[in-house]
Structures are given as structure tokens and as C-alpha cells.
């Protein structure tokens, strides 16, 4: 007869057995912790995504600035958010973008009553629905355009081994 004191025993031992190969097998690139800050024009660059490419092929890398234009990389593929790149010589690019809905047209509906219905409700949303497919996003670069392609924005960096440093400052001229 089994002893009713050692219950937990096997749900213990299945759960250790059923987690013992976790995370075996999984292929993650080895990647060195990359940290830096973006400015423009000397001023501290919000919400803009830096852009590493590899000059020879690899993983790409990519981080979000903060308020601070403080930024972590991370690389696409297997890359835990903020653990870095792989060690190499990269072309850089930063993008900020705006994107605005076109203006539209009033749906104003002339007959409106004081207390609305149900059913004008669902026609005035109708309206709303149907001009914002009509509209085109307006996106425009906060940044220079020329820094919005790792070809054309003469930044560069190299990932070595360990933690590093970025420092990228931008200009309008």
C-alpha cells in the first residue's frame, strides 16, 4: 500500500522530466548588448526606430528610441527585445514617421434632430466608415530623408564583442 504522505512525488518528478529538454535545441544567434542614443540637430530624437544591416549578410538588428532618444537593440530573428546584435559591421538607418488621414468631408446630416435615433446613429457611422477608406494616409519623414536608408545615410557601426555604445547624431543640413 502506498504511502499517502508522498502524493506530490509524481506530479514533481513528471513536471521536472517534461521540462528538463526545454529550451535545448533552440537556435539563437549570439548577439553582444548594443545600446545608444539618437540626436537631431543636438536635441534628443522620440519615437524613431534605428536600423542596423548587416555589410555582409546576417541579421539585421533594430531598437526604439525613448524620450531620451535612448535606444537597445534587438535582433529579428530568435533575438530576446533589448539583448543586441551580432558582432559585425553594419550601415545604420533611423526613420520617424508621421502618418495623417487626408482632410475629409463634414457628415453633417441636415435633418438631425435634438435627440438622435438609433438609426441615424448608424447612418452618420456609415458616413464615418465609408470616407475613411476614401482617405489616403499622408506619410511624411520626420527625419531627413537621407538617413531613412542604411545605403544612402553614411552611418556605420561596428559590433564587437561585449557591450557597446552607439552615439547617432543626426542634422537637417
Do not use: H
Not at 28 to 39: A, I, L, M, S, W
Not at 53 to 60: A, D, Y
Not at 90 to 96: A, D, E, G, L, T
Not at 133 to 153: A, F, K, Q
Request: include cysteine.
Amino acid at each position: 500500500m502506498q504511502s499517502k504522505k508522498n502524493w506530490w512525488a509524481v506530479p514533481l518528478v513528471l513536471c521536472l522530466v517534461g521540462t528538463a529538454g526545454c529550451g535545448s535545441g533552440i537556435d539563437r544567434p549570439k548577439v553582444e548588448f548594443v545600446e545608444g542614443v539618437v540626436t537631431l540637430d543636438g536635441k534628443p530624437l522620440e519615437a524613431a526606430t534605428v536600423g542596423l544591416t548587416p555589410v555582409s549578410g546576417g541579421l539585421p538588428a533594430y531598437g526604439n528610441t525613448d524620450a531620451a532618444g535612448v535606444f537597445r537593440l534587438t535582433s529579428a530573428r530568435g533575438g530576446l527585445p533589448g539583448a543586441g546584435a551580432v558582432a559585425g559591421d553594419y550601415r545604420v538607418s533611423v526613420r520617424k514617421v508621421k502618418e495623417e488621414l487626408g482632410p475629409a468631408e463634414s457628415a453633417e446630416n441636415p435633418e438631425a434632430t435634438a435627440e438622435p435615433s438609433i438609426e441615424d446613429y448608424e447612418r452618420w457611422l456609415e458616413q464615418q466608415q465609408q470616407q475613411n477608406r476614401r482617405r489616403v494616409p499622408r506619410v511624411t519623414s520626420l527625419v531627413p530623408e537621407r538617413y531613412t536608408n542604411p545605403e544612402t545615410s553614411g552611418l556605420l557601426a561596428t559590433i564587437e564583442p561585449g557591450r557597446n555604445r552607439l552615439e547617432l547624431k543626426l542634422s537637417s543640413d
